[in-house]
């Protein structure tokens, strides 16, 4: 499977969350990607 692939995967199973989960989510990517952005 390809970076892509899993991408889009990846957003398929995002539109299926509730409100809550999608919050939790949305702060839990943001935490991952702020600690790469500034482990750089």
Known sequence: MKTKDIM???NQYRE???E????FYKALLLTVRS???FKR
């Open 8 to 10: 889009i995967e990846n």
């Open 35 to 37: 600690r790469s952005f």
């Open 16 to 18: 299926l969350l509730n």
């Open 20 to 23: 809550e989960n999608k919050s």
